[in-house]
C-alpha cells in the first residue's frame, strides 16, 4: 500500500449503530487529519493531530471521536449519528502540522446514515 | 481568519480550449494559496502552491496559477484542456501567523466539465 488509505470506502449506518472509520498513512507523516465533504459546501476540517496529539477541535459534536493511537492511523469512531451527517470523509496527512506543508488525501469514506 | 471565494461553480468547455478557474481570498495575515484537483471517487491531489516568490506559479497536467495580492486572487489557467480534466477543482488558502496556522481553508469547488 502507498500513500493514503481509508477503509470502508462505502458505509450505511443507522442513526443507533456505532460504526469505526479507519486511516491508514505510509508516507511516514506526523501529521493527520479528518476532513468532512458535503456537497455543495466547502470542505470542513474536523480534527488534526500532530505527533499523536490533537491540536484541532473544528467545534464537532462529540457524537464524532476521534482516536490516532501512533502517528500512521488514525480513527473517527461513530455513534448516533444524524442524517445530516451523510458525507465523504477525508483523511488527509501531511510531514507536520504547518501551512507551508503538503497534505495527501486518501480517497474518502462515503457514509450514508438512514 | 481566512476565506475563500470560488465564483463559479461549474465551468464547461470544449477540448483543446483555454480555461480559467476563478479564486478569490481575504485575510488579515499574509497566506500560502493551493489549488486541488479531485477525480471521481478519488481524495485530493495538490495541483500546484504558491508559498512565496514568482507570483506565476507552474504545477503538474500544465496548469498555472498567478497570485495577485492587490486583487487577492488566485486563478488557475491552463492553455488547452483535455477530456482527462475534467474533475473537481478547489481553491485552498493557510494562514502564515495566529491560530489555525497551517489549517487549510477550502472554496466550495469548481466543476470543470470538458466536452469533445
Known amino acids: 500500500e502507498t500513500g493514503v488509505t481509508q477503509t470502508p470506502r462505502h458505509l450505511v449506518m443507522g442513526m443507533t449503530n456505532k460504526k469505526s472509520l479507519k486511516c491508514e498513512q505510509h508516507?511516514?507523516?506526523?501529521?493527520m487529519y479528518w476532513y468532512k465533504q458535503s456537497a455543495k459546501k466547502p470542505l470542513e476540517l474536523m480534527f488534526v493531530?500532530?505527533?499523536?496529539?490533537?491540536?484541532e477541535n473544528n467545534s464537532v459534536p462529540s457524537r464524532f471521536s476521534p482516536e490516532c493511537p501512533n502517528s500512521s492511523h488514525l480513527f473517527l469512531h461513530l455513534h448516533t449519528l444524524q442524517p445530516e451527517d451523510s458525507a465523504l470523509y477525508l483523511c488527509?496527512?501531511?510531514?507536520?502540522?504547518?501551512?507551508?506543508?503538503?497534505?495527501?488525501f486518501g480517497p474518502g469514506t462515503r457514509l450514508t446514515v438512514l | 481568519a481566512q476565506s475563500v471565494t470560488q465564483l463559479d461553480s461549474q465551468v464547461p468547455v470544449f477540448e483543446e480550449a483555454p480555461v480559467e478557474l476563478r479564486c478569490n481570498y481575504s485575510?488579515?495575515?499574509?497566506?500560502?494559496l493551493f489549488w486541488y484537483v479531485q477525480y471521481p471517487n478519488q481524495g485530493l491531489q495538490l495541483l500546484l502552491k504558491?508559498?512565496?516568490?514568482?507570483?506565476l506559479v507552474k504545477g503538474i497536467n500544465g496548469f498555472e496559477a498567478e497570485f495577485n495580492k492587490s486583487q487577492t486572487s488566485f486563478h488557475l489557467r491552463k492553455p488547452s484542456v483535455h477530456i482527462s480534466d475534467t474533475a473537481e477543482y478547489f481553491c485552498?488558502?493557510?494562514?502564515?501567523?495566529?491560530?489555525?496556522?497551517?489549517?487549510?481553508?477550502f472554496g466550495k469547488g469548481t466543476k470543470l466539465s470538458v466536452k469533445p
Open positions: 508516507l511516514g507523516h506526523n501529521a
Open positions: 493531530y500532530n505527533f499523536k496529539e490533537q491540536t
Open positions: 485552498a488558502v493557510s494562514g502564515l501567523y495566529g491560530g489555525s496556522q497551517g489549517n487549510l481553508i
Open positions: 488527509a496527512s501531511s510531514q507536520v502540522q504547518g501551512a507551508y506543508n503538503e497534505q495527501f
Open positions: 485575510s488579515s495575515v499574509s497566506v500560502y
Open positions: 504558491y508559498l512565496s516568490g514568482s507570483t
